[in-house]
């Protein structure tokens, strides 16, 4: 199994939503079908279908997420939290600047002992949002949205 089979199999908004409904527990078709609000049982069973790589059946017939299944959901909830590490990334350069600036009027003798530290957590902070977790400041043209199926 490769991960070109592992996403096509989630390349749908109706494949995501049946995957984080099955990342709960274990469903029958019937419940789906009720939970998603989805009114062609054709055209659950046609997703289901394309979902084979991530989701079984257990003994009692409801539909599961298998290791593959439960790997996608994680990939999904990675792309959807890359907006989050950007606007983390800019809350924590505000949050420096502040405390920076109010040492800086407040209590000018001690302003190295806060400058120096934020500093240092602001290099560690870039460096491991730009670097390691390979953020980017632009969005190059790229949304990542939640989406829900009506």
Excluded: C
Excluded at 96 to 116: D, G, H, K, Q, R
């Amino acid at each position: 199994m490769t991960s070109d089979e592992v996403f096509e199999a989630i390349s749908h908004p109706m494949r995501i939503a049946i995957l984080k409904e099955l990342a709960k527990k274990p469903t029958r078709f019937a419940d789906l079908k009720r939970k998603l609000r989805i009114k062609s049982s054709g055209l659950l069973d046609f997703h289901l279908k394309k979902m084979d790589t991530v989701v079984t059946t257990d003994k009692d017939g409801r539909y599961t997420l298998n290791d593959r299944g439960f790997a996608a959901l994680r990939a999904v909830y990675v792309v959807s939290n890359y907006g989050w590490q950007r606007r983390a990334w800019f809350i924590n350069v505000a949050t420096i600047l502040f405390i920076n600036v109010y040492m800086f009027f407040s209590i000018p003798e001690f302003f190295v002992f806060s400058a120096v530290p934020t500093f240092g957590w602001l290099v560690f902070y870039s460096y491991w949002t730009f670097v390691k977790r390979r953020v980017r400041l632009r969005n190059n043209g790229i949304e990542t949205e939640n989406v829900e199926v009506s």
